[in-house]
């Protein structure tokens, strides 16, 4: 039996590049005895062709020309993993122009552009396939487009970037400083060189949104979406979360009420029960929790992030669209899901502040004199917001007039908890800008 | 444009069909739209024609005949969700023999059957998907074969068993006897007809002979593997190993090294640190860790059975089955597969005690007189097991002459403690059968 040959290109071959050809290479056997065909790894676009990598490609496989190499007729498959949405924007338009499957891990790319690619995949005939781009090595695309086709999504959290759960795991274990860890994580290599993608939650928020997408069938502006980083978070937040039974971990959060059109998606650090198996994710592992009106709560762990972990999700999008190819079928194909997304996606609109409730954590600076906590009770009875504890604490430096002072709330709506701050920062006694983290209660 | 339709028979309209159904109806709308498909629930075969059932279904469309259901050439799908090995496995033959799509959540009918269906449905040009039947609503089926395409595993272990769980979960939270949670299980119906399916490890020790397939291409029989159920797990060891930092959890562990060709299968209670993710999964859940060699550790935890949570699983085969049949594809076909896991489980055998290491658990309940711990501990060294931890309780009767004697031990190998085991049986001062149980180690 002739077997069919399909030809695999690359448009950029760094690091996540390098590992896909190289574990392609290594299980090439394995993989094409499952799947049927030969899978020939042709050729590979790069800005600098001199530069020296960890595969063996010949030079007559380079080129510096992207473009081109997704226009390519010869190609089946375009695995585009430049980064960035300028120029892997118009390879990806190329490749699904022209029929092909392309594969991503590009996150930024969809989050921005992602109507406009999905279109051109169904309108091309291709596939545009993009587990790699939401938690690596985590498989939720698939789990949910495929395994939860039955439910709806009521709620869909967890921690979507690596980095910042690393920090606030070294935080919280060895005692360190915000400073300390994040310079261990910068020699390490875990932080992005546009550091404000981790730290600052855009990594996460970008995941939020595609995910919210894959829920409820709407792609919602990047801009729109609270985000909130962990630049604020400092040891003690940490130290008293757990104090009080908590863990603070940043979390990307889409939750729907299914009867309503509004939808609530947030990035942001916040306090989690330490009896939730999320929290107990550690280190720069990923976690998503999914709960569907059939199945109930499932929750996916793994590697967000790294050569190998990433490389395993595009390989398994790879076999996926061998399949399909394979098969001269269109059963990936988007055109069907486009238009089930379209509808259930129309009318949806993000909840305002005062529809969103939470309880919260805060912590307040304020001078260590009397009537300073009256003054702030005050300002939250103002407001209906209900306290749940206080814990004051002294400063270690006895001619420090500042002193923490920290709370918890009730379950109160958002726009009350702004109003809130807004006057707790007109207070003479509060010295700096309250720390605001909500206090998540998920069963699960 | 017309749209084809795809008719379901269902053989066995019991508590997971009428579910199907149920969800089936009322998400056909979208689940047409998304598949691009009529869904027609056809017909039903089950054993009493007369009974009622909390699902929509005409008389006309009822059969006792379920052998006459699976020949049906107007049926694309049957979903086999009658139970047991017998006339189950006549009517998936039959059905796959037809070239149908059988759709199943019998674990214990591929557990004991599996190479002759999955056979079967290569021959006839069919599927045989079995989703439901791991873990319920736990994804690892697809995970495995799909999103982990890239890789080879090297462990997996999980709970598998959401009834063990549960009683093992509240005896530790509730300091109750295993003999008083229990009568809550059953009395909430979360115990199998066969109580020995759940308290033996037999319905865990299915799923993992399945997972051992999966991995590594090597049906082995259930007679082979080691099997231990909970039955002699007592609020004790829960308090101790709690102290010592562990939970004591029911695990199918498939351990292998990938340079090998044995591997290890079991299910027993073991001792798991607290630190691990899977340990603190409780109630209910069912959790599976798959470490893959590309893209390391992931784990999924959900609900493992219930009505919806496997009925979710079902459908979601049912929607793979649409897309293969619709396309008119073998994009599923197992025959590609099957060739792979042939090769794959060439040679394997599973490892004997002198090959398997791991830190134990021992409980003995012995006389409370001098001499009694250097017996012990010279039997054990005779063996070459080494101590690691000594905690002797007396009891509270004052006059009970028995105590029980709890050590930890470092690694050994299971042919030491075995040997070690039967020389402590026979001591004069060991008064009932010792308690042994594996301390597993996981990373993650």
Chains 1, 2 share one sequence.
Not at 80 to 87: D, F
Not at 241 to 248: D, E, I, M, P
Not at 323 to 335: F, M, T, V
Request: hydrophobic share 45%; net charge negative; glycine share 8%.
């Amino acid at each position: 039996m002739t077997e069919r040959e399909i030809k695999i290109g690359f448009a950029g071959l760094g690091v996540v590049g390098q590992g896909v050809w190289k574990h392609l290479e290594r299980n090439a056997s394995a993989l094409e005895q499952r799947l049927g065909v030969r899978i020939v790894l042709a050729r590979a676009a790069v800005r600098d062709l001199t530069k020296s990598r960890g595969v063996t490609i010949t030079p007559e496989q380079l080129t510096d020309d992207a473009i081109a190499l997704a226009r390519d007729p010869s190609l089946d498959i375009v695995c585009e993993l430049i980064g960035g949405t300028a120029l892997a924007r118009e390879v990806t338009l190329q490749a699904l122009a022209g029929g092909k499957v392309v594969v991503t891990a590009n996150k930024a790319l969809i989050c921005t552009h992602g109507a406009e690619l999905f279109q051109a995949a169904a309108e091309g005939g291709g596939h545009y396939l993009f587990e790699a781009s939401v938690c690596g090595g985590i498989p939720i695309i698939k789990t949910m487009r495929e395994s939860l086709v039955a439910n709806r999504f009521r709620l869909l959290y967890g921690i979507l970037n690596g980095t910042c759960n690393y920090i606030l795991t070294r935080m919280e274990r060895e005692s360190l400083t915000f400073h300390e860890t994040l310079q261990d994580a910068r020699r390490l290599g875990y932080v992005e060189a546009d550091e404000a993608l981790d730290l600052d939650g855009w990594d996460a928020a970008h995941k939020a949104v595609i995910l919210a997408y894959l829920a409820h069938g709407k792609w919602f502006n990047l801009e729109d979406v609270d985000v909130q980083g962990i630049r604020n978070i400092d040891l003690p937040d940490v130290q008293w979360a757990n104090s009080l039974g908590y863990k603070v971990k940043l979390l990307g959060i889409i939750s729907r009420d299914l009867d309503s059109n509004r939808v609530v998606i947030r990035v942001h650090p916040a306090l989690i029960s330490k009896r939730n198996v999320v929290a107990n994710v550690d280190d720069v592992f990923n976690a998503v929790s999914v709960t569907g009106d059939v199945v109930g709560t499932t929750v996916l762990i793994g590697r967000g992030a790294g050569q190998d972990a990433t490389a395993s999700a595009v390989i398994s999008d790879i076999a996926d669209a061998v399949s399909a190819i394979r098969s001269g079928s269109r059963a990936l194909s988007s055109e069907v899901d486009l238009e089930f997304y379209r509808r259930l996606g129309a009318d949806l609109a993000l909840a305002s502040p005062a529809e969103i409730r939470s309880a919260y954590y805060l912590r307040l600076s304020v001078l260590d004199r009397p009537g300073v906590l009256a003054d702030v009770a005050t300002v939250l009875a103002r407001h209906e917001v209900s306290i749940a504890t206080v814990i004051q604490r002294s400063s270690e430096e006895t001619d420090n007039p500042v002193v923490s002072l920290i709370l918890t709330t009730h379950e109160c709506s958002e726009a009350s908890m702004r109003c809130s701050l807004h006057d707790l920062d007109a207070l003479a006694s509060v010295r700096s800008r309250p720390l605001l983290l909500p206090i998540v209660d998920f069963d699960n």
